[in-house]
Every structure is written in structure tokens, then in C-alpha cells.
């Protein structure tokens, strides 16, 4: 397996697929998976020609599972740590969810001097926490409902939890099997620790600040029916935030849209990133 070991000694795997000297673009996952939710991302690119990277975050996937550090900060240094060991440059950052948040701290901490263009995708960014200056955010409570249930059986909680991720709860909708199982395969492939701790992280993080820092061109992209990051609080405030940014709503799409939509959402980032 492809691995850095980052400053902190921590293993982190990563997979770097397609032609080297084709364009990078760098995936960064939701929470609780891994660089496997990318599948559908990593073919596409990869046999149009781009290389294609994508790393499973600290205590997920394959990566290692350390106690302590497993907070937003040493993400994005874990993240930088992969660009810069693998000397990219002119690269496309695209994140989901937590992901997103990633990217968006990635560029507060270190800039924008190996990015060419910003991809969010039903990201957390800037505040998921409902709070008096935030009011459209989701009440702690519910948070402390997640935090409960991986501490108490993940395995049923995560299986549950891709009913509204994927928009299998809906009126009419063609639950996907596969996609569930996939789901939970990823979230236990992860370390309990590693994944109850990042819960605040997706959650109470301001990535305001993060945002402004963006001076690439950047793609929002949220569906309209995200019952897992409401696009209220995230997408419609993101893209004012944003410098130069252009957003697409996928009307009643879910928190999943890479996966269910993934032809969808192929055809508009590669459309974005060859503009």
C-alpha cells in the first residue's frame, strides 16, 4: 500500500492512480469513509487522463488510527504533508462533506501555491453548529445523537445513517443495496476514536475564515435536499463567501450525489476544471 508517514509519525494511505504528467486532482472524503467513496471519481478522471489522488483522513480507511491529533488542524497538515511529499502542483482540490472542510482549512493554513481550482461538494463549510449568529445550523443536540450512536453500536448506526445520506428515505426512491453496504464497510474499516472525535470537527469548526482565503476559482456544487448537511447553513452562504465561485443546486439531490449522481457530477466538475 501507498503510505507518508507524517511529521507526528502517523501512517497515511493514499492511492495516486492515472499518468503522472497528467493534471492532479486531489479527493478529500466524508466522514465516517474513505477514499473508496472517490471510486466512481477515481475511474472517471483517471481514464480521461488526469492523476488522480485521494488519501483516507487520519483514523479512517486504512490510514492509522492514533488516540490524540485527530482534529481539523492536523488534517489539513496531514493533507499538505501529501501534496508536498508527492510535489503537486497546479492541482484540482475537490472535497465532500468533512472533506470539504479539509480543503477549505487546508487553504487557511497553507495557501493556495499548489491549487489551481476548488471543488466543495455537500460541504460542512462554514458552520454546521446552530448558534445565535448561525441560526440556520443544526442544533447540537443532534450531534450529541450521532456521537451516541457510533459510541453505542456504529455499525447499526452507520447503516441507518445512509438512508437520508443517500436519499434512500425518501417517497419513491430505488434504495441502493449496494451503496449501504459499501458505506458501512468503509465507516468500520475506521478506528471508533478516530471518528468519534472527528464528529466536532465537521460540526463546531468555523471555516468563515478558511473560505475568504480561497482565490482559486471554485465550484460549489449541494443538493437541494441534503438531509445531512442542510444546504442553508453551508452551500448558500459558502458561495457568497467565496470569492469567484459559481453554485450548482441539484434539485432534491442528497448528501451522496458523487455516488448516485456520480454521471452528473463527473460531467460538471470535468466541464469546471477543463474551462
Known amino acids: 500500500m501507498s503510505t507518508i508517514k507524517t511529521k507526528d509519525d502517523t501512517n497515511i494511505f493514499f492511492k495516486d492512480w492515472g499518468p503522472r504528467d497528467g493534471q492532479a486532482i486531489v479527493f478529500a472524503h466524508g466522514w465516517p469513509l474513505s477514499s473508496d467513496a472517490w471510486d466512481a471519481q477515481l475511474l472517471y478522471f483517471g481514464q480521461a487522463g488526469f492523476r488522480v489522488i485521494a ?7 486504512r490510514s492509522d488510527q492514533p488516540w490524540d491529533g485527530n482534529n481539523m488542524d492536523q488534517y489539513a497538515d496531514d493533507l499538505a504533508e501529501v501534496l508536498e511529499k508527492l510535489d503537486l502542483k497546479n492541482a484540482v482540490l475537490i472535497g465532500h462533506s468533512t472533506g470539504g472542510g479539509e480543503i477549505a482549512h487546508y487553504i487557511g493554513r497553507h495557501g493556495t501555491k499548489r491549487v489551481s481550482k476548488v471543488v466543495l461538494v455537500g460541504a ?7 448558534t445565535d449568529d448561525n441560526p440556520e445550523g443544526t442544533p447540537g443536540e443532534a450531534f450529541d445523537d450521532i456521537r451516541a450512536g457510533v459510541a453505542s453500536n456504529r455499525s447499526q448506526f452507520y447503516y441507518d445513517l445512509t438512508l437520508p445520506f443517500y436519499g434512500f428515505n ?8 449496494g451503496f449501504r453496504q459499501s458505506f458501512r464497510l468503509q465507516g468500520l474499516a475506521g478506528g471508533i476514536k478516530g471518528q468519534y472525535d472527528c464528529i466536532g470537527e465537521f460540526s463546531e469548526v468555523d471555516y468563515t475564515a478558511d473560505l475568504r482565503a480561497i482565490d482559486k476559482p471554485t465550484l460549489i456544487i449541494h443538493g437541494s435536499d441534503d438531509q445531512i448537511v442542510p444546504i442553508a447553513a453551508s452551500a448558500l ?3 457568497k463567501i467565496v470569492k469567484n465561485s459559481e453554485l450548482k443546486i441539484y434539485e432534491g439531490g442528497s448528501h451522496g450525489l458523487a455516488q448516485v449522481q456520480a454521471e452528473r457530477f463527473n460531467a460538471d466538475v470535468h466541464a469546471f476544471i477543463t474551462a
Open 55 to 61: 488519501h483516507d483522513r487520519r483514523g479512517h480507511g
Open 237 to 239: 452562504k459558502a458561495a
Open 170 to 177: 425518501r417517497d419513491g426512491a430505488k434504495i441502493d443495496d
Open 124 to 130: 460542512v463549510p462554514p458552520l454546521m453548529l446552530k
